[in-house]
């Protein structure tokens, strides 16, 4: 039977999501405020509101057979109404209720046994006597792609940040000198059935995510870790649908957990090409009580890269696009019209066919490299 899916949000997960919605089945309808965002031209309807604007959920709610989510941004109170008169959210609004403040979230993880940094609330300056320097400063709410995450490398530093997030909220967390750092997507769906995608390397510069090479070079026991982390933590949310973890592989082989998204993520972008189910398609099929699809990789490996806004400007990048397919890259543009520092305008992905996992790994950072050459040149 067809079914409708709600998802507040209309930006690139949701346009995703929209792209493998007809192969499902499935009728999407998404929320948000802005005509020009990537989802909008392909959902099945879209009604016009901000993202916690509950009359607008109300909507979805009263079309749709079930809602889900492209951000973290919800207001839960109100969603609780909607829910308390039958609206149905996966993943359930009790499974998001721990996860939306940094802090909270943080909170629940170390309760539940997962190893994560020393952190704590900052409320007055004697909070940073536990820490020392370098340390990270995060909002406890409405941060993403690294928005809202400083790090500050000497005490010094504090009487000229500190006033620039006045009145807000903020987490302070022990900054880890990572290895590396991994994550993984895994789904789990109403029927209470299970998936876990490889393990990826992730990179970072300024606290945004730069590449992903699937899998990560790391040891099995590490998968194995990775993966009961990722088991555990579905199961102790009661979690329905696609979650995504970021993890630190510390210089002395130790696992961290950093933070956990509850949604599909740019860590599992890849999938689209790369696995015989994309993460989008595997949100679907989670959240409308289909059995989940065959996520095996298609090839021995995948790297993606974002294409990241370097100016103010609008422009279609259309030749520096054509040159980096060239290179036999996958070309995923989500048609903003505007261009702006740091902001994802797109990603592309590269099979990798090496079978060996080093050079596989070789070959993947090499072409990263070529093309954030092309893109940022
Ligand atoms: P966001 O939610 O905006 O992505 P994150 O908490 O994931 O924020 O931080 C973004 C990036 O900042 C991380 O991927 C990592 O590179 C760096 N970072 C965050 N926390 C720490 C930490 N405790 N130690 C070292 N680096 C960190």
């Not at 592989?249 to 890849?270: D, Q």
Request: charged share 25%.
């Amino acid at each position: 039977m067809r079914k409708k899916v709600g998802v507040i949000g209309g930006g690139q997960l949701a346009w995703m999501m929209a792209q493998v919605a007809p192969l499902e089945n499935i009728d999407l309808w998404v929320q948000t405020p802005h005509h020009s965002d990537s989802a909008v031209s392909l959902a099945t309807q879209t009604v016009f509101a901000d993202i916690d604007d509950a009359i607008a959920t109300d909507i979805l709610a009263q079309n749709c057979d079930v809602i889900t989510f492209e951000n973290e941004f919800v207001n839960l109170e109100k969603l609780q109404k909607l829910a308390d008169k039958g609206g149905c959210f996966y993943p359930r609004l009790s499974s998001l209720s721990p996860l939306l403040d940094k802090y909270e979230q943080r909170y629940f993880l170390k309760n539940h046994g997962f190893r994560v940094p020393h952190f704590q609330a900052y409320n007055s300056e004697a909070d940073f006597e536990s820490f020392s320097f370098p340390l990270v400063l995060k909002v406890r709410r409405h941060g993403y792609d690294g928005q809202g995450t400083v790090i500050i490398k000497h005490r010094e530093e504090l009487s000229s940040i500190l006033p620039k997030f006045n009145g807000i909220p903020l987490l302070i967390e022990e900054f880890i000198p990572f290895e590396r750092e991994l994550a993984i997507v895994a789904a789990r769906s109403v029927n209470n059935e299970i998936k876990i995608y490889p393990v990826v390397e992730t990179y970072q510069e300024n606290q945004v995510c730069r590449w992903v090479i699937a899998p990560a070079l790391i040891t099995l026991e590490q998968i194995k870790e990775i993966e009961a982390i990722a088991k555990k933590l579905l199961i102790e949310l009661d979690y329905v649908g696609v979650l995504a973890i970021e993890l630190f592989l510390s210089k002395n082989g130790k696992i961290l957990v950093n933070e956990t998204a509850p949604r599909t993520h740019n860590s599992g972008h890849y999938t689209l090409d790369a696995c015989e189910t994309s993460q989008f398609a595997l949100q679907l099929q989670a959240i409308t009580g289909k059995p989940l699809g065959n996520i095996n990789l298609k090839t021995s490996g995948a790297l993606m890269v974002n294409l990241l806004g370097y100016e103010s400007a609008n422009s279609e990048y259309l030749e520096k696009r054509e040159a980096i397919k060239k290179l036999g890259a996958l070309v995923h543009w989500y048609g903003k019209t505007e261009s702006r520092i740091g902001r994802k305008m797109g990603h592309v992905t590269v099979l990798l066919t090496e079978n060996n996992p080093e050079k596989r790994y070789q070959q993947g950072k090499l072409i990263a490299e070529k093309i954030e050459f092309i893109w940022n040149s």
